[in-house]
């Protein structure tokens, strides 16, 4: 059985105390927790302090993006190097909003992802549609676009720890959340997709999760789908009681 996971993306919000004080609440609710790998993606500027609250916890950190070279004249990017020397185990690759905003494209997530598995991190790489493509009924030729873009030239060993992050854009930010049907239907494509391209055995262990407006009221119906394997959380990371109640949520059948 895959093991849930359930990570919290805190885009661009908290301060270096406010993010101390967030996670210092999230460890007291969940620091023996045990139903899921718990990760906390915070911005750059908070990596090292919130690590070391975390050190003592199976509560992982997690950076929401990285350049892909080690170093070099790249000023005000961040390295793969740096983000594990900060203390992170994952990061997120190829959220829309880098996409919307800072013109990523499935090339640079491929860059992307090749650097952080070059260093051992584990990286989640996000997919997923806008409104117009999904009423256009485009949602899966989408998907498979980005899928195969951003995984191009990897074998099936290098990606078994992959994470992939489904986020219909439509989704993100806006109180629509995908039914429970809906977000299945694109996971198992997603999964049938990984089957096809790498091989049974990294298809059927490979942790696909959803993201997208997860509240605590819905995580249950979400994560009860065969293909979902936990959560890619946003605004509700935030809010420490809903955030817990989500981690609970989504592994309360496990």
């Known amino acids: 059985m895959r093991k849930s996971l359930i990570a919290g993306n805190w885009k661009m919000h908290k301060t270096i105390n406010e993010a101390v004080q ?42 929401q993006n990285l350049f892909w070279e080690t170093q070099g004249a790249f000023t005000g990017e961040i390295s793969p190097v740096m983000i594990k020397d900060a203390g992170c185990e994952y990061v997120i690759i190829g959220h829309s909003e880098r996409r919307k905003y800072f013109n990523e494209t499935e090339e640079t997530v491929n860059k992307r992802l090749k650097a952080a598995l070059a260093v051992g991190l584990i990286p989640i790489v996000c997919v997923g549609e806008t409104l117009e493509e999904r009423e256009s009924d485009k949602t899966e030729s989408v998907v498979k676009s980005q899928l195969e873009g951003g995984f191009k030239g990897l074998q099936s060993i290098d990606v078994l720890d992959v994470v992939i992050a489904y986020e219909p854009v439509w989704a993100i930010g806006t109180g629509k959340t995908a039914t429970p049907e809906q977000a299945q239907n694109v996971h198992n494509f997603i999964r049938q997709w990984v089957k096809q391209n790498f091989c049974e055995d990294t298809a059927d262990k490979m942790r696909i999760i959803y993201g997208g407006s997860v509240k605590p009221d819905n995580a249950k119906d979400l994560m009860s789908q065969d293909d979902i394997d936990g959560a890619l959380v946003g605004g509700a990371a935030l809010d420490v009681g809903s955030f817990c109640s989500i981690v609970k949520n989504c592994t309360i059948s496990l």
């Open 22 to 63: 967030l996670v210092t609440a999230i460890k007291r609710e969940l620091a023996d927790y045990k139903g899921a790998d718990i990760v906390v993606c915070p911005v750059y500027t908070a990596l090292a302090s919130t690590f070391d609250v975390l050190m003592d916890t199976d509560i992982v950190l997690g950076a």
